[in-house]
């Protein structure tokens, strides 16, 4: 592998990651220090690498670890974060974000990584990869650090789209499901319904009518149905997928790392504070790195899209290097499990049909 377009060539066994250096906050300079990060972590992944030539020509030739692991694509074009989603559908072939997107529909990378804007990169991952027979809307899953054994909960939706009825939420636990199974290595994940209170009276209509939909899908779904939770069960050991509306778990995902963030900064303060509390920072350094390191909202970076035919990841768009390295080594996990197959294979098998029928009807066992 070369890094001009012209030599396609790659080892067979590479994984391909397909990464929009562009959109992001922090520019491409961030994004191709991550690349690096995860190269010398990795070396069984290759990049496609997509935006204007030159300046990543410049940027990855002054890393030595990418020296023939990356491809660039030239893509003149940048989706801003303002844009509208309509407006990229309609004008964005030329961007990076809609060639890195490609990459997967053509087969040539197993998973599209981008830090730019959501909802044009949802937008584009629909028009360009399709979503899944049976999906009425796709979702995206972040993984939420947790007390259980893994470390991680998963929860979706958290911003593909602010609305979701019982039949969205129910699709949502399907695929939250399957994630689990093969992210994170849970043979019969424990799924909740997200709620203002556990009691089953409790919530809205579609609330309470998806709690009768996800439990009579849990046999065929593979995983077990603990009902609703609230709140506080999300990082809890109660639960391994939490189901929500896109508004509701967006607004939690930006609580929680601005929770993060409030937390890792009040301790460095309390610290710093006198004589004695730096002398007893130095002897508790150890377990200072070691939460610093649990709580840290970079290393749990990057929201799967769920429902599309290919898999893609979002960076957070003030990602850094190690907030790009967190989703690329996500990219790198899923590409290996075949995740998008197996994710594709669950919602044909355990889906029942929508109400209205908008879904086909299926049944039995599967990934």
């Known amino acids: 592998m070369t890094t001009s377009g012209g030599d396609r060539t790659r080892p067979d066994a590479a994984t391909v990651i397909s990464v929009d250096a562009m959109g992001g906050d922090r520019g491409p300079t961030a994004v191709v220090a991550g690349l690096a990060y995860s190269a010398a972590k990795n070396p069984g ?7 204007p030539g030159d300046e990543l020509r410049r940027l990855v030739g002054r890393r030595r670890g990418l020296a023939g692991r990356v491809e660039i694509r030239h893509a003149e074009g940048v989706v801003t974060m303002g844009e509208k989603p309509s407006h990229v559908m309609r004008h964005g072939k030329g961007t990076s974000m809609w060639s890195a997107i490609d ?7 197993a998973v599209a990584v981008s830090c730019g804007n959501t909802g044009a990169l949802m937008a584009l991952s629909m028009v360009r990869l399709k979503k899944l027979p049976g999906v009425n809307r ?12 893994g470390g991680f909960n998963v929860m979706l939706d958290v911003g593909a789209d602010i609305r979701a009825d019982e039949g969205d939420l129910l699709q949502y636990a399907l695929m939250g499901a399957s994630y689990a199974r093969n992210g994170l290595g849970l043979e019969l994940p424990r799924v909740g319904l997200l709620n203002v209170g556990i009691e089953e009276h409790k919530g809205r209509a579609e609330l309470k009518a998806a709690h009768d939909l996800i439990a009579g899908a849990a046999d065929a779904g593979q995983f077990r149905f603990v009902g609703f939770v609230e709140g506080g069960d999300i990082p ?3 639960v391994d997928v939490i189901v929500t509306d896109g508004f509701t778990g967006n607004v939690a995902l930006k609580t929680g790392e601005g929770t993060a963030t409030l937390i890792r900064d009040f301790l460095g303060e309390a610290f710093r504070a006198t004589p004695l509390s730096r002398i007893a920072a130095l002897l508790a350094l150890t377990s200072l790195r070691r939460l610093q390191k649990r709580i840290d909202p970079r290393r749990v970076n990057g929201g799967v ?3 599309l035919n290919g898999t ?8 850094d290097a190690t907030g790009v390295a967190a989703a690329i080594k996500l990219a790198f996990r899923l590409a290996q499990s075949g995740f998008t197959e197996r994710l594709a294979a669950r919602v044909a098998l355990a889906l029942p049909p929508r109400p209205g ?3 086909e009807a299926a049944g039995g066992a599967g990934p």
């Open 312 to 319: 893609v990841i979002k960076s957070h768009g003030a990602a």
């Open 236 to 238: 809890s050991t109660r």
């Open 138 to 149: 796709p979702a995206i899953a972040c993984l939420w650090p947790s007390r259980n054994a």
């Open 305 to 307: 899209f769920l429902g």
């Open 45 to 51: 992944i290759r990049f496609l690498l997509h935006g």
């Open 357 to 359: 029928g908008a879904a």
């Open 103 to 109: 990459a997967v529909k053509d087969g040539e990378a």
